[in-house]
């Protein structure tokens, strides 16, 4: 999986690379500016952003924030077990205790700090580009351990090319939405 992910690092653009060192720390900045717009913690709304995170876009992740940090959990968009666990969060819950899944929580930290040197976020889109397959995202659950062996792909990956795991992830990422995973044949 390691080879797989330098060969699609291969074949990502200047400008998905130039984007994927800056992916962590612009959504980070994005959670700063809305904790301070919402009166909440950094910890808080990165949590509530990691637990309304699977199976949505972006876009619907960051609407879905938004609501529900003012009090406008009903209709967002994602699953009613998400919005209970944001809303534990928002409560004062521990976001790692509640997120508790290895891509929420890897999420949650990612955009807590910033990216870091260890955390992967392994989502649908990158498990499809490791397992060179492209299956629905809604079925890409994965288990703990295959979460961790395409996590340590990509930072064995990262290692050879001298990045962050979390950058070098965010660059693929970019590169197989912008191609739209195997449709265009580019990755």
Known sequence: MAQRALSAFDSCTIEERERG???????????????QEWSVTMRV???????????????????????????????????TRDVIKA??????????????????????????????SWDVCVDGHIANLLKNELRPLTQSTLSRREFEQMAEAIREAARCVGWRPCDLQGALWLAWRSSDGFRQGRL
């Open 87 to 116: 809303l534990w969060i928002l409560a004062g819950a521990d976001p790692e205790t509640v997120l508790a899944g290895p891509k929420t929580c890897s999420f949650y930290r990612l955009l807590y700090d910033s990216g870091n």
């Open 45 to 79: 709304c990165c949590g509530v952003m990691a637990a309304t995170s699977p199976n949505n876009s972006w876009r619907t992740n960051m609407n879905a924030t938004i609501s529900i940090l003012g009090g406008q959990d009903d209709g967002v968009a994602t699953y």
């Open 21 to 35: 060192l800056d992916v962590w720390r612009w959504m980070s900045n994005w959670c700063r500016e809305v904790s």
